[in-house]
């Protein structure tokens, strides 16, 4: 199974700061068609997570513009710039390159 | 709108068995494979199964292979995941995800979960 393993496991940032995860996944995850098959979710308590990054950087639709994602094979980052207080969250990526589609232990931020 | 709607969670006895569901609305189930993600308590994200859009093609994590069985009505919309020999590191919120496209696609879209408590 290809491992993922993020970084910082949970990070204190001040509202409009910038918060900076990182993923590393085992394994290359970059396939064809020149995409890496990699996403990113937040995760609020109570709610079920949200897909905000596919293909390591497409953003989805209605995902405020502050998240973003780059990266490319096997190091990946989400950057959230000018952070709001509603994006306290556990932050996890996630490998769809193969099967188990696995996820990273996940990253907590808070205010 | 997309809806997905996993119902069947409980508490139940080490040992034994649950059927789980997902009802699915919004969008042509029948043309997006399906995942089971499941969180144990103060735990990360699990990827557990999947299944492609017309069954033909099922996949699972090694913690639930052989225990754990994945399925799908397109006729009724719902998606199944039957849980067999269940322990209490099986307790966890079960959730439902459609998937972008095939099996290895994003996740979009995802249930509200649904609670399995394996306790005696």
């Known amino acids: 199974d290809i491992v993922m393993t993020q970084s910082p496991a949970s990070l204190s940032v001040s509202l409009g700061g910038r918060a900076t995860i990182n993923c590393k996944s085992s394994?290359?995850?970059?396939?064809?068609?020149?995409?890496?098959?990699l996403a990113w979710y937040q995760h609020k308590p109570g709610q079920p997570p949200k897909l905000l990054i596919s293909?390591?950087?497409s953003r989805e639709s209605g995902v405020p513009d502050r998240f973003s994602g780059s990266g490319s094979g096997t190091d990946f980052t989400l950057t959230i710039t000018s952070l709001q207080a509603e994006d306290v969250a556990v932050y996890y990526c996630?490998?769809?390159?193969?099967?188990?589609?696995?996820f990273g232990q996940g990253t907590k931020v808070e205010i | 709108e997309v809806q997905l709607l996993e119902s069947g969670g409980g508490l139940v006895q080490p040992g034994g068995s649950l059927r789980l569901s997902c009802a699915a609305s919004?969008?042509?189930?029948?043309?997006?494979?399906m995942t089971w993600v499941r969180q144990g308590p103060g735990k990360g994200l699990e990827w557990v199964t999947a299944?492609?859009?017309?069954?033909?093609?099922?996949f699972f994590a090694d913690s639930v292979k052989g225990r754990f069985i994945i399925s799908r009505d397109n006729s009724k919309n719902t998606l199944f995941l039957q849980v067999h020999s269940l322990g209490a590191e099986d307790t966890a919120i079960y959730y439902c995800?459609?998937?972008?496209?095939?099996?290895?696609?994003?996740?979009?879209?995802w249930g509200q979960g649904t609670l399995v408590t394996v306790s005696s």
């Open positions: 919004g969008f042509i189930f029948g043309n997006y494979a």
């Open positions: 394994q290359d995850v970059f396939y064809s068609s020149y995409k890496n098959y």
């Open positions: 299944i492609s859009a017309n069954a033909d093609s099922t």
């Open positions: 293909w390591a950087s």
């Open positions: 995800a459609k998937n972008n496209a095939g099996w290895l696609t994003p996740l979009d879209y």
């Open positions: 996630q490998q769809y390159y193969t099967t188990p589609g696995t």
